[in-house]
């Protein structure tokens, strides 16, 4: 009797202990599934945004925003680095500089505070007009071209037309600044980059 008892005891929980492996296996599943899901739903999300100053809709999702999000950051960036005054450069660029992506925030804020200091000393001052914004989206580069006139001690001393380039990229739905600079300057910088890239 006794041993009949054991057995039935042993097989219930052997039979429980069955069911709970099942239950934790059921769990963990379930557990990764809601973690991709979750993970999907933050990449797939979409914020859209109406400005006061957009009659457009703007739309920002995981590593892709609308043209005229991008085109939106296109011009405060140009605005300011490129339109400045030496009682203002210094607060243009330290806003710029939160812009920059991690990786080249160290490179931007020496280039930067060297400018501004050029700047500040020669007391020179600029102003870049935007005539034309165009959005490479497979590039992720701005192409940027204005009218900039630069004036130095109350004389102009360049009033011409400028193209700028802008690589930027969008992740986790920030607009962040790889490189902004004149493309003449940025075709000779993609030189270089290869030419060290062969070595």
């Excluded at 009797?1 to 202990?17: D, I």
């Excluded at 999000?69 to 330290?94: C, E, G, I, W």
């Excluded at 500089?97 to 200091?117: I, T």
Aim: proline residues 2%; charged residues 25%; aromatic residues 12%.
């Amino acid at each position: 009797m006794k041993m009949t008892n054991y057995l039935s005891n042993a097989s219930n929980l052997y039979g429980q202990n069955r069911l709970l492996k099942f239950v934790v296996v059921v769990l963990g599943i379930t557990t990764v599934v809601n973690t991709y899901m979750i993970r999907n739903a933050q990449q797939m999300e979409k914020v859209v945004i109406i400005p006061s100053v957009i009659n457009d809709k703007m739309w920002l999702s995981g590593t892709k925003a609308s043209d005229e999000y991008v085109k939106q950051f296109a011009r405060d960036v140009s605005n300011m680095f490129l339109t400045y005054h030496p009682s203002n450069v210094r607060t243009n660029f330290n806003d710029l500089l939160a812009m920059y992506d991690p990786s080249e925030f160290a490179e931007a804020q020496r280039v930067l505070y060297n400018l501004a200091e050029r700047i500040e000393e020669s007391k020179a001052a600029s102003g870049f007009y935007i005539t034309k914004l165009v959005n490479n989206e497979e590039k992720h580069q701005l192409e940027i071209t204005g009218s900039k006139t630069m004036i130095i001690n109350g004389k102009v001393t360049d009033n011409s037309i400028k193209i700028y380039l802008l690589d930027y990229k969008i992740e986790s739905g920030k607009f962040c600044i790889l490189r902004f600079m004149e493309k003449s300057e940025y075709d000779k910088y993609k030189y270089e980059e290869a030419a060290n890239a062969k070595k």
